[in-house]
């Protein structure tokens, strides 16, 4: 029977990521995520209802993560869902958890940002120039070949400067 394990979650971090170093040195990084969604509230309108996961990165990005991420920064996620299963040593009652193993991840909004997505800029280090950017030189007819007559402006098919065996 065919499976398909894979998850991506936006959210926003709930605490900061706990990082530790296992024995052979791989990095282990722990953090929980918060990802809201809008369900309908009943009376016509909408209400927000957050879910709550556990995430766990292993490796360079383990570090990465808890070196650049605290918690309330937004960040994307991909990874898997993986089930621990345990007895409870004071109830013996069977316990079990799913946690996300995050595969890749991603900075979400801008730099020094405290969540909230929407990748807004980051701000102009000080002492940066405002200054719009000048638009870069598009190519015009002449440089491929055509004759330009229309003052420079490609015009796309139909004589306008451009060859007719363009091949797609």
Known sequence: MASF???ILMGNLTRDPEVRQAQNGTY???AG?????????GQGG???EASFFDVVIFGK???AFGRFLRKGRSVLIEGKLRQGRWEDKETGQKRSKIEVIVDNWEFVGGRGEDGGGGGAPAPAPAGASTQP???PDFPGP????????QGGQGGGGGGGGFPDDVPF
């Open 133 to 135: 950017q000048q638009a």
């Open 142 to 149: 002449s440089d491929f070949g055509g004759s330009g007559g």
């Open 33 to 41: 995520l918060a990802v809201n969604d809008r369900v309908p509230d």
């Open 46 to 48: 909408w209400k927000e």
């Open 28 to 30: 282990i990084t722990k």
């Open 61 to 63: 990005r383990a570090e």
């Open 5 to 7: 394990n894979r998850v």
